[in-house]
Structures are given as structure tokens and as C-alpha cells.
């Protein structure tokens, strides 16, 4: 489970103008996707965990597990990242213990799309779609272990315009997560590559611009309304109010 931070004021401030400068590069970033795409898959098109939704998330339930016990009356919250985002790093440090406290709850129904819009941040070698890959066949395969594996890729993110993490190093964090050896080791076949292309621009057509991204009931928040979220505790208190409004 990822570290709960409290930023001061300062740091907190620093983080809200950021989210907000970087939204504008990161909307440049899925533009340049799409565009050096030679032949954009759709989501019906490519091959895609099972337990993947029509819009490219992967839902994960009450108990942790990818695909199981996903309540049906919560609040629906679509979280969109980018394994290569610091950003969505910072995201998830402060904010997966809440998350998770909420989804435990049975408040929200939490879907989480993996896009690959960074891949020029990694030296050719497109850490942004292997990592995405290697987490939806741990989805398909481990999906016990999806949560663990995403996070301990967060917690041993390269460095923007490093050649990311190799698939050897990912395998490996992988079982330190406790996913099994042989799915591990089918990270390099690239199964679900092509399917990540897909979710990746069907997030752009979503209206998604940036990562990190949320949607809620099926609405993508603002980058004003996302860098709030910066602060520990705001997500709670906007998800939960969100909660009490539909009860």
C-alpha cells in the first residue's frame, strides 16, 4: 500500500500550479500518440484482459481483486495514469490509502485505466505501453496481485527521459508482489499491447487530456478540480460527498 503523505502548504502549492502546467504538455503528449500511431486499434478490436470494460478501465473490488465483487450502485470513479507519470506517482502516494478505504466501504466503484501516453519520456525502449502491458496481464492472470504490482511500479518509477525500467526489472518487481513466476515472465510477449493503444485513445476521445485523470458518474473532472486533490484528505471528502448526495 502506498505511503500516505501530508504536504505542507508550500509543497502543496508547488503541486497544484504543477498538475496545472503539465496538463497542457500531457495533452500534447496523447496528440503526439495518436498521431504517430500508424493504425490506431479500437477497444472492440484488440485482445484485452477479461476483466476489462468496454471503456478501457479494469475494475477492482471490495476485496482488492481486479474484476471481482465491483459493486454496482457506488459511486463510479474512472482513475487514468501513466506508469511513467511523476505526477500520477505523486497522485497515488497521497491518495491510495483513501481510495482504498472508500472502495473497501463499498462508497465507490473504482476503474482503473493504464494509458501510454509518455512513451517518448523513456529512450525509445516505450516504458509507458510494456508497463501498461505487464500490469493488464497481471489483470488477467494475478488479478489478486493488480494493486500490489501498480503500486510497486510507482514505487520504483524511472526518471522521465530514462530508458524506464527493463523487462527483467519489471518481471521482478512483479514477484515481489507476489505475481507467479510464469505470469511474470509473459510481460515481454506484449499480449495486451495493442489494447492499451486502444484504451489509451479512447481515454483522448473520452475527454481525457492528461494524467493523473479522473471521471466520476462518468464525468472527467478538471485539472482546477484534479489539483485539489493533492492535498491529503480532499479526495475523501469530494468522493464521500458525491456518496451522500446519490443517497
Known amino acids: 500500500m502506498a505511503r500516505k503523505a501530508r504536504p505542507n502548504n508550500r509543497r502543496a502549492t508547488v503541486v497544484v500550479v504543477g498538475v496545472s502546467a503539465v496538463a497542457v504538455a500531457l495533452f500534447a503528449g496523447i496528440a503526439f500518440f495518436i498521431a504517430n500511431s500508424a493504425r490506431v486499434p479500437t477497444l472492440d478490436q484488440a485482445h484485452a484482459p477479461a476483466s476489462a470494460v468496454a471503456s478501457g478501465g479494469i475494475p477492482v473490488g471490495t476485496a482488492g481483486v481486479a474484476g471481482k465483487d465491483v459493486p454496482t450502485n457506488a459511486v463510479r470513479v474512472d482513475i487514468y495514469q501513466d506508469f511513467m507519470c511523476p505526477y500520477c506517482a505523486q497522485f497515488e502516494q497521497i491518495n491510495a490509502a483513501d481510495i482504498d478505504t472508500l472502495r473497501k466501504a463499498g462508497t465507490i466503484a473504482v476503474y482503473y485505466h493504464q494509458i501510454s501516453i509518455l512513451d517518448r519520456y523513456s529512450a525509445g ?83 481525457v487530456g492528461g494524467t493523473p485523470a479522473m471521471a466520476v458518474d462518468g464525468t472527467v473532472l478538471t485539472n482546477d478540480q484534479m489539483s485539489v486533490f493533492f492535498q491529503a484528505g480532499a479526495l475523501t471528502e469530494f468522493l464521500q460527498g458525491v456518496a451522500d448526495g446519490k443517497a
Open 125 to 207: 525502449t516505450k516504458y509507458s505501453t510494456r508497463s501498461a502491458n505487464a500490469a493488464a496481464v497481471v489483470a488477467a492472470r494475478a488479478p489478486d496481485r493488480y494493486l500490489e504490482f501498480a503500486r510497486a511500479l510507482y514505487s520504483n518509477q524511472p526518471a522521465e527521459n530514462s530508458s524506464g525500467l527493463s523487462d527483467p526489472t519489471i518481471a521482478l518487481l512483479a514477484a515481489g508482489a507476489g505475481v507467479p513466476k510464469d505470469v511474470a515472465d509473459s510481460f515481454v510477449d506484449g499480449e495486451f499491447t495493442k489494447w492499451v493503444i486502444a484504451a489509451t485513445d479512447r481515454a483522448s476521445q473520452d475527454g
